[in-house]
T-cell receptor, first 114, second 112 residues
Framework: DAGVIQSPRHEVTEMGQEVTLRCKPI?????LFWYRQTMMRGLELLIY????????DSGMPEDRFSAKMPNASFSTLKIQPSEPRDSAVYFC????????????FGPGTRLTVT | GESVGLHLPTLSVQEGDNSIINCAYS??????FIWYKQESGKGPQFIID?????DKRQGQRVTVLLNKTVKHLSLQIAATQPGDSAVYFC???????????FGSGTRLQVQP
């Protein structure tokens, strides 16, 4: 298996633009997680899905952020409009079931909003 | 709020020495703990986990110790190698909670 796949690996955009990050979880995994990592705040959970259904989105910073999982093999995290403070590395992770099992992380998307 | 934290932000060791990375957690209901390793430019990588019904678990060159009385977790790396240089995170969750809470991380630097 190729592991969790994220695209793009790097994204540079101007403030106000829409940004869409993509994730393909490991086949057979039922849970998918979106994290954001910054120097100031460390690794934060934004949202997680179980069987394609959003379970906990309490970490989503504000309405500018939205996430979808239309099927078991694909998820998106969208920021609209983007702001400089959204600059971070965004990780997607998947696990076999819920939280109490090993989460496999993707390589991350480094987002820079200027 | 409840949180997971690390005592030492940076740990420098000599190659071949043993390393100990510590982590404190505050939620007494936490019952599952994981250590992750993150190398520069990569996502966190699972190292070892432990459940609250255990106080020690060993892997290859790594041992995790859990002291529930003082809510403390440690990761021991035997015969530390240059390839062990990375940032190490502890993470925890518990019954009824749905998310892993990550600590702030400790950077391990292995000197040749």
């Amino acid at each position: 298996d190729a592991g969790v796949i994220q695209s793009p690996r790097h994204e540079v955009t101007e403030m106000g633009q829409e940004v869409t990050l993509r994730c393909k979880p490991i086949s057979g995994h039922n849970s998918l997680f979106w994290y954001r990592q910054t120097m100031m705040r460390g690794l934060e959970l934004l949202i997680y899905f179980n069987n394609n259904v959003p379970i906990d989105d309490s970490g989503m910073p504000e309405d500018r952020f939205s996430a979808k999982m239309p099927n078991a093999s694909f998820s998106t995290l969208k920021i609209q409009p983007s702001e400089p403070r959204d600059s971070a590395v965004y990780f997607c992770a998947s696990s076999l079931n819920r939280v109490s099992s090993e989460q496999y992380f993707g390589p991350g998307t480094r987002l820079t909003v200027t | 709020g409840e949180s997971v934290g690390l005592h030492l932000p940076t740990l420098s060791v000599q190659e071949g020495d043993n390393s100990i990375i510590n982590c404190a957690y505050s939620n007494s209901a936490s019952d599952y703990f994981i250590w992750y390793k993150q190398e520069s430019g990569k996502g966190p990588q699972f190292i070892i986990d432990i459940r609250s019904n255990m106080d020690k678990r060993q892997g290859q060159r790594v041992t995790v110790l859990l002291n529930k009385t003082v809510k403390h977790l440690s990761l021991q790396i035997a015969a530390t190698q240059p390839g062990d240089s990375a940032v190490y995170f502890c993470a925890e969750t518990g019954a009824g909670r749905r998310a892993l809470t990550f600590g702030s991380g400790t950077r391990l630097q292995v000197q040749p």
